[in-house]
């Protein structure tokens, strides 16, 4: 009697995940070729020559390994959770710092372009021209986000609104004053070099500003890094040290909520942490 009730319980369990399975298959794939569009549409605006597929994977092997990974080796429940976020938060991370890093690397090249479309200017070259100039002179990325403005105009989109597109694109303020000068430059007739000399002047003092802002910054920066990771870090080695220290609060219904508060209210105290050694320039 026991083994037909176990049978007939194995059965049902079966065809209950036979009929959700594909279903649940279904909303994997969808939500699979939506990572893979965000992908594909990020990786073409940093000219970045890789199937998205491969990046796109990580989103389900990373999340899988670090939750075996994390359980295995603290054996608590808690930290296969964290693992699967933090799997699913890389490839996200990756991508950011790619563009990041592409983005500071623009910015590093935009005072020698600007002295480069000065000269050619000066030398009689339309501003278009120069632009060629600094495709041809400068690597990337400034020569391919430049590059993509030339064949935008010879395609029939206007000079103005690739300007608007790059500087939407790239999201630089150094790039926006250019592109904004640029543009009143073009609608008043003034002369260009003599701006492009000004702006010079203007971004450098503005980056030596940031950089005495950071510098006198950056004891009460590391101090919130330091507040804001040290219960974590505590918690850990409380852990390592003794495994069963928590059981007590996870037993009980008021503990599980008094752990819970913890996260959040610890959540919120790194988020205000930051906000508030941040100055925005």
Request: a positive charge; aromatic letters at 8%.
């Amino acid at each position: 009697m026991l083994a037909i009730i176990v049978l007939s319980i194995l059965g049902a369990v079966i065809l209950i995940a036979y009929s959700i399975l594909p279903h649940f298959l279904d909303k994997i794939k969808i939500w699979q070729d939506k990572q893979e569009l965000v992908m594909a549409k990020e990786m073409d605006n940093m000219f970045y020559d890789q199937n998205p597929k491969s990046l796109n994977r990580l989103y389900f092997i990373l999340p899988l390994v670090l939750g075996i990974v994390s359980y295995f080796i603290f054996q608590n429940i808690i930290f296969p959770i964290i693992g699967v976020s933090v799997g699913l938060a890389i490839p996200n991370f990756i991508i950011r710092m790619r563009i990041a890093k592409r983005k500071a690397k623009f910015a590093d090249q935009l005072l020698d372009a600007i002295n480069l479309l000065s000269s050619s200017l000066k030398g009689g070259l339309s501003l278009l021209q120069a632009l060629e100039v600094v495709i041809e002179e400068m690597p990337p990325p400034i020569s391919q986000e430049f590059g993509l403005v030339v064949r935008e105009n010879k395609m029939g989109v206007t000079f103005e609104e690739s300007l608007e597109h790059i500087k939407k694109r790239m999201n630089i303020e150094e790039l926006g004053l250019i592109v904004n000068s640029i543009l009143v430059a073009r609608e008043t007739g003034g002369d260009l070099t003599k701006v492009f000399s000004r702006l010079t002047v203007t971004i450098r003092d503005n980056r030596k500003l940031k950089e005495n802002i950071k510098t006198l910054t950056l004891q009460g920066r590391m101090q919130g890094a330091i507040m804001s990771f040290l219960p974590i870090v505590f918690v850990m080695w409380v852990i390592s040290v003794n495994k069963n220290h928590f059981d007590i609060m996870m037993q009980h219904d008021l503990g599980r909520m008094l752990l819970i508060i913890a996260v959040v209210l610890q959540i919120v105290g790194m988020l205000l942490i930051r906000k508030f050694s941040a100055i925005k320039m």
